[in-house]
């Protein structure tokens, strides 16, 4: 620009001088005669601004008892319904902004905030997930619902049942049937589940508390704290063979008796190295990788050149799974997760001394 501004004073026409070095003409007048930075101007008071004394009267409504939780738009009307005015509804905002109040006025509850839930497994029968999903009947508007309940370790079906209707008392009978089957006194397990109505009914609660059973729930309006059972329910309605719709409960039951038990015994999954889940529940992966391990082994020996990075080596089942590990240094809400049923139950006699 200085140069531009050299060329022009030696008698350069400033058009040639802007074109030939690319330079805008405007951008180079304007830095001839940079704009004045003075102090800025006064703007006058508008001649139909209310009075102070009007200001300060809706200042004090604003924040009166009857309207300080009522925006301007419930104010003025009502104050004209009762013959008063002192200003439309943007004054009234106006007032509200030069105040710094221009916020939410409505009193609402405030919702409670829960701790992300963290479970942690690193054998079988030691966190449950489970949930309820629904199976397409004959009709529309006929539905059958499917209660599963998954070991969180192993992936293993421990317990599933159809019924025609989603209650916390069928639920219950699906939790006790399941404990009973695969759990001796003593021992120790956390059922996962999310927010349903058969899961946070306060029957539910008690029964689980009466089992020693610990209860951990997602959060509200979260899938992904109950991943596992999501992808099961994924795994089950996205099979080729799965059907359309079901004629009865009874053809439900038997179709699921058949891939479920599949699923368990035959099915390699992949979050688990490719073990099927009866094997990793039931303690069989050590024998089953180093079979494995065997076949490969001989492969190796015979066709090394088949094997570029060398030896291939069998993986067994990741030692620790999981639910929101990352977040494993974020403390547990002891009302919601990680409550021990001890707890549980002198909650319970509590509410239930209160009651009486």
Known sequence: MKLATTLVKKGCHGSHVCSALEVSRATFYRYQRPPFQGPPKRRPSPANRIPEVVRLRILELLNSDRFVDLTPWE???????????HGCIRTYYRILSEQGAVLERRMQSKRE???????????????????ITRLKGPVHGKWYFLYLMLDLYSRYIVGWMVAEHESARKAQHFIRETVHTHLENGDEVTIHSDRGAPMTANTTRE???????????????????N???????????????????????????????????????????????????ASVHFGKVDEIVKRRQEVLDVAYAANPERFPKGPPIVKANPPVVGI?????????????????????VERTIHNAEILH
């Open 227 to 277: 991943p596992f059972s999501e992808a099961q329910f994924r795994t089950i309605k996205y099979h080729s063979s799965f059907p359309g719709f079901f004629n009865s409960r009874e053809d439900a039951v038997s179709y699921l008796d058949q891939l479920l038990t599949e699923y368990n015994h035959e099915h390699r999954h992949v979050g688990l190295n490719l073990h099927t889940p």
């Open 75 to 85: 104010i003025v009307p009502r104050l004209l319904d009762e013959g008063l005015y």
């Open 207 to 225: 029964l689980l508390s009466l089992l020693g059973i610990t209860q951990s729930l997602s959060r509200p309006r979260t899938s992904d704290d």
């Open 113 to 131: 905030k829960h701790a992300a839930p963290i479970l942690e497994a690193n054998g079988p029968n030691q966190v449950w997930t489970w949930d």
């Open 324 to 344: 929101n590990l990352h977040l494993k240094a974020t403390p547990l809400n002891g009302g919601e997760t990680g409550m021990k049923p001890s707890e549980k």
